[in-house]
């Protein structure tokens, strides 16, 4: 189901990424994905990406980076996207994508799995909250974009 994204992966994550970000209407340029997908090869980000599906053909990915947090005494991981191809959605394969990747990061010693969802994709937010996900309790991301 899941395959660890390597560098010959490039061009079919830079695909889906373009795909994924035209869907949510974000204001990415082709560079910025570019510069994205080659820091996430680099070996000088935190982070990894797997392949949803056979990995002749992926149905979609997921780019998770790795951060540390003092109040939960450890390691703690940020899905940044999940991405499935709209044709192949609603068979499952998110919950499994989900669950897979929590066990592989449990693994790792990840201590806490965040991910942000857009406030208006009530399907995503069904799909995370059946597999555990709930709001932090005290908090809510802010950003500063540089």
């Known amino acids: ?15 889906m990424v373009t795909q994924f970000h035209a869907e949510e209407k974000l204001t990415t340029t082709d560079a910025e994905r570019a ?10 980000v935190q982070a990894a ?7 002749s053909s992926p ?7 790795f951060g540390f947090c003092m109040a939960i ?18 068979r499952g394969m998110g919950s ?4 897979a990747v929590a ?13 942000d969802v857009s406030v208006d994709n009530p399907k995503a937010k069904a799909l995370y909250e059946k597999m555990g996900f709930a709001p932090h309790e005290r908090y809510q991301r802010m950003s500063l974009r540089n």
Do not use: H
């Open 1 to 15: 189901m899941l395959t660890l994204c390597r560098p010959d992966d490039r061009d079919r994550m830079l695909r």
């Open 35 to 44: 510069a994205g997908i080659d820091a996430l090869f680099s070996g000088e």
């Open 49 to 55: 990406a797997w392949l949803i599906g056979p990995k």
């Open 59 to 65: 149905v979609g990915y997921i780019i998770v980076s």
């Open 73 to 90: 005494g450890g390691r703690e991981a940020l899905i940044d996207e999940v991405w499935i191809r709209p044709s192949v959605r609603g």
């Open 96 to 99: 499994q994508c989900l669950a």
């Open 103 to 115: 066990k592989e990061l449990t693994a790792m010693g990840v201590r806490r799995i965040n991910l």
